[in-house]
């Protein structure tokens, strides 16, 4: 009898073309994502060999980093980036790439258009120059970032050479309360184990908690799989994954569709497996997360304190937060609640999807944004701008004084001319607070879709619980 | 002959955990399309002010940092964006190795293709180095791939891990995208058996 495996082993073992050791396993790739900015030193390293790309049938390509968020009539200003969107644009016609480019009624954020369109599907392999990738490990596939020379090499050969990650299970079991989401568990599970806390592992998210999430909200948790130093996280699929994918543009139909399913129940973890390592969370005893410090590690509840440097042992430990203290400008001791906020930034691959905006606008609804503030609502795809115009969600926030704009990563990297100024406070639904992250000198509190919007009527860091 | 023979350099120290690549390469300098250029971006927001002018108290900004070829830096170097411009801009500056205590997963490859070497130290011999560099500026370290290891100012070496077929590509000047074209055919096989899951090229 085999041993038992786990999800990653079996979809591990499917894609192994060859095992040379010393050398890591080939490992094939059943889906790259591909976007402007990792890709371009790619695509110029193929022509200086004479290679072409070895299967443009599983590749696609968005423009979605160095992507204006204003509207798609007018030109890119920025020179560079114009250049960079251009040139995504030439590679992909040049090399046979369906490329999803700025004017597409497809193009978004990489990871939010590959599950709408039903190209992420479970026991898949997918890949892409971007560390966020990790969001497609919620339809249990094992999906995960790469640098650009692998980018290359996968565009060459649809393979890569991978070593095996380490197990670690992470159960949260429970049911949440009111006003704590999806974003709240994975900013809890960081806060717990460290920005580096998985570094050589995979997260497989298990328990009652993450059963009952959402396909949105699994990808919320998955997407910050990287925050913790996993390179992937992933959820074993079930109904609610089969659900989400049946009937997408490019799922399986028919026959297929039912074969497909009958081979996807077969992925989930054997029993008896022992991990590697293993953590587990009661999710019905969280609260609203938000981060204070300078990596998504560096979080707390809504209600509570910023920590003191003083009460840190370690030397570097201590030095690291007192920076982050200082770049943060705040006191050790003080509560975060009430905080002033200049930016409130709801988007990003994080939390930029139709359910992230629906919860934003159930907050926001008959009521104002603070004067002075500036909110951004930047959906994740133009479908989803579509589908959030055609249910009034875009009138719900144009009504309450917020920016309604067009889809990209936008503040969550401000490459686009989206940013903070040096100084501004964002209460943000993205996925990393590092310094300058969304501009240079700004400071980013990381939280989940309900208290950046309760952030926004407010002006300042806010408990949504207290507005629901 | 090894194509990546073993050198000594004194150290510049960083010492900070958690030293993201949004600090190494800022992401308003990736819109670029190309590899150069980036070591005059390296760490630029901790190395330059409002108006472009160099920090004096940032350490690559002071004379001891010229001519170093090696980075002392806090646990978790390189956590966050998977962006390559990291390596990139580590490398164009001059350095050929990072010690820490410990490196992001894809920081770690990203910098083996590119001939920078992670240095994993034991976390003694990581505070040890800190001592000396703080003590002696000019305290020299010795980094040896092929015998995997790191020869401390005093003299004493420590082992390192390196990855076996890294290490191999590093001393034999190996081009992975070459090793893996010559895969062409398992990789073929493979194909025949089990055709993409997906058609891109079908919406």
């Known amino acids: 009898m085999q041993p038992p495996r786990t999800i990653v082993e079996k979809i591990w073992d499917a894609h192994a073309v060859a095992d040379d050791a010393p050398a890591p396993t080939l490992l094939y790739v059943d889906l790259h994502l591909v976007h402007e900015v990792t890709s371009p030193q790619a695509f110029a390293g193929l022509r200086a060999r004479g290679l072409r790309v070895r299967r443009p049938d599983l590749t696609i390509a968005t423009t979605d980093h160095s992507t204006p968020t204003t509207p798609r009539s007018l030109p890119i200003l920025d020179p560079v980036a114009a250049t960079q969107v251009e040139q995504l644009e030439a590679n992909c016609r040049e090399f046979g790439i369906p490329c999803y480019g700025f004017q597409s009624d497809r193009q978004g954020i990489v990871h939010v258009i590959g599950p709408e369109q039903g190209l992420t599907l479970p026991g898949m392999t997918v890949v892409c120059g971007d560390s966020h990738t990790s969001t497609h490990g919620a339809f249990g596939a094992l999906a995960f970032g790469i640098g650009t020379s692998q980018v290359e090499h996968v565009l060459a050969t649809q393979c890569l050479l991978q070593r095996k990650s380490k197990a670690f299970e992470v159960r949260v079991d429970g049911q949440l309360r009111p006003g704590v989401s999806a974003k709240d568990i994975i900013l809890a599970i960081i806060a717990r184990i460290g920005i580096g806390g998985g570094t050589g592992c995979v997260f497989e998210y298990a328990g009652s908690a993450i059963r009952a999430l959402s396909m949105e909200e699994r990808m919320t948790v998955c997407n910050m799989s990287i925050e913790g130093g996993a390179r992937a996280g992933l959820i074993a699929p079930d109904d609610t994954t089969y659900q989400y994918l049946c009937g997408r543009p490019f799922a399986p139909r028919g026959a297929d569709w039912d074969a497909a399913v009958e081979r996807w129940s077969r992925l989930p973890t054997d029993d008896g497996m022992v991990y590697d390592r293993r953590m587990t969370l009661d999710a019905s005893e969280l609260e609203p997360m938000i981060t204070f410090g300078n990596n998504p590690g560096m979080g707390i509840p809504v209600t509570g304190t910023v920590p003191d440097p003083a009460q840190v042992a370690d030397a570097l430990e201590r030095e690291t937060l007192a920076k982050a203290l200082r770049y943060m400008d705040l006191e050790p001791g003080k509560p975060l609640l009430g905080h002033p906020v200049n930016v409130v930034f709801i988007g990003s691959c994080t939390n930029s999807r139709i359910s992230d905006l629906r919860s934003a606008a159930r907050v926001l609804q008959g009521r104002r944004v603070s004067p002075d503030l500036r909110v951004l609502v930047v959906p994740g795809s133009q479908q989803i701008k579509r589908q959030a115009e055609a249910e009034g969600l875009d009138r719900i926030f144009k009504d309450a004084g917020a920016d309604w704009r067009e889809a990209g990563c936008s503040m969550c990297i401000a490459m686009n001319g989206d940013q903070l100024a040096p100084g501004e406070y964002s209460v943000s639904t993205s996925n990393r607070n590092f310094e300058g992250r969304q501009g240079k000198g700004g400071r980013t509190f990381l939280a989940s879709p309900l208290t950046a919007a309760a952030s926004a009527i407010t002006g300042v860091v806010t408990d949504v619980r207290s507005l629901l | ?203």
């Open chain 2, 1 to 203: 002959m090894s194509r990546f023979p073993a050198f000594e350099s004194r150290l510049v120290p960083l010492a900070i955990d958690n030293i993201d690549t949004d600090q190494i390469i800022p992401a308003r300098f990736l819109k670029t399309i190309s590899k150069t250029g980036l070591g005059d971006q390296l760490f630029y927001d901790w190395r330059y002010d409002a108006a472009g002018n160099p920090k004096p108290e940032f350490i690559l900004n002071q004379p001891r940092a010229r001519g170093v070829q090696v980075l002392l830096a806090g646990d978790n170097f390189g956590c966050g964006s998977s962006r390559e411009h990291a390596p990139w801009a580590l490398v164009e500056y001059g350095f050929r190795a990072v010690i820490s205590t410990s490196f992001a997963d894809i920081f770690t490859q990203n910098a083996l293709k590119n001939s920078l070497v992670p240095v994993v130290a034991p976390p003694e011999a990581h505070a040890a180095l800190l001592e000396a560099v703080t003590r002696d500026e000019t305290a020299t370290v010795r980094i040896d791939v092929a015998r995997q290891t790191l020869t401390m100012p005093d003299g004493a070496a420590v082992g390192f891990p390196i990855d076996t077929f890294a290490r191999h590509c590093l001393l034999e000047g190996v081009d992975e995208l070459g090793y893996i074209l010559q895969h062409a055919e398992a990789i073929a096989a493979y194909e025949g058996r089990r055709p993409g899951p997906v058609n891109t090229l079908g919406g």
